[in-house]
């Protein structure tokens, strides 16, 4: 087990609401990262936060946004939610500048009906 | 744009056997090329790493070969268990521009009969 925990693990909404997932770090680590996984798809990259600044994002539109708190804890924010937001979160939490840190959470699955 | 693409799909292999998963990429900036395990319910977990600096790398019953100039990696499982079914993924990712976003396949679904 890695030391990254996630909140909630289900969540249900309704397509134009907002939802916030939140994320804990594995204690010494400075960077989070979020992913969104379809089912039976792997995880696309959604953005990556280091010192409480996003420093490199994927190809996802401005309502996927995020925040990091000094702890290194982190939130994933998305507005205006579309059903094909429907999806497993996963956040992953690393060292910056060492890619073989990287510990993924067990994820928060996200239903939009 | 898939940048990194994954095959088979799915694989059934007889315990003890040996399972071969591969993977080709296109971003010739990619230089970091790990290989995760995920089970049902759980998030992907580093199996093994490699750098293209080598051609292969071993850890334990998993090895990973690495073919630069066709742009191609794969993950060989020896001795294949009933404990090692689960969805391996492929990922890839390059040290530019600050984040460490990794580009994944689309998955193996991994089946070992007993």
């Known amino acids: 087990e890695t030391g990254v925990t996630q909140s909630p693990t289900h969540l249900i909404k309704t397509r134009g609401q907002q939802v916030t997932l939140r994320c804990s770090s594995q204690?010494?680590?400075?960077?989070v990262s979020w992913y969104q996984q379809a089912l039976g798809q792997g995880p696309q990259f959604i953005f990556q936060?280091?010192?409480?600044?996003?420093?490199g994002r994927g190809n996802f539109p401005p309502r996927f946004s995020g925040l990091q708190f000094p702890n290194y804890s982190s939130e994933l924010n998305v507005n205006a939610l579309e059903l094909d937001d429907s999806a497993l979160y996963l956040c992953?939490?690393?060292?910056?500048?060492?890619?073989?840190?990287?510990?993924f959470g067990p994820g928060t699955r996200l239903l939009v009906l | 744009q898939q940048q990194v693409k994954q095959s088979p799909q799915s694989l059934i292999v007889q315990k003890g056997g040996i399972s071969i998963i591969n993977c080709a990429y296109e971003?010739?900036?990619?230089?970091?090329f790990p290989w995760y395990q995920q089970f049902p319910g759980k998030g992907p977990a580093l199996l093994i790493a490699?750098?293209?600096?080598?051609s292969e790398k071993k850890e334990g019953r998993f090895t990973i070969s690495f073919n630069k100039s066709a742009k191609q990696f794969s993950l060989h499982i020896m001795d294949s268990q009933p404990g090692d079914s689960a969805t391996y993924f492929c990922?890839?990712?390059?040290?530019?521009?600050?984040?460490?976003?990794?580009?994944f396949g689309k998955g193996t679904h991994l089946i070992i009969q007993p």
């Open positions: 936060y280091y010192r409480e600044e996003e420093n």
């Open positions: 204690s010494g680590h400075n960077t």
């Open positions: 971003n010739t900036a990619f230089d970091y």
């Open positions: 990922a890839a990712s390059s040290a530019g521009g600050g984040a460490d976003g990794l580009t």
């Open positions: 992953a939490s690393g060292k910056q500048g060492a890619r073989e840190t990287q510990y």
């Open positions: 490699i750098r293209p600096d080598v």
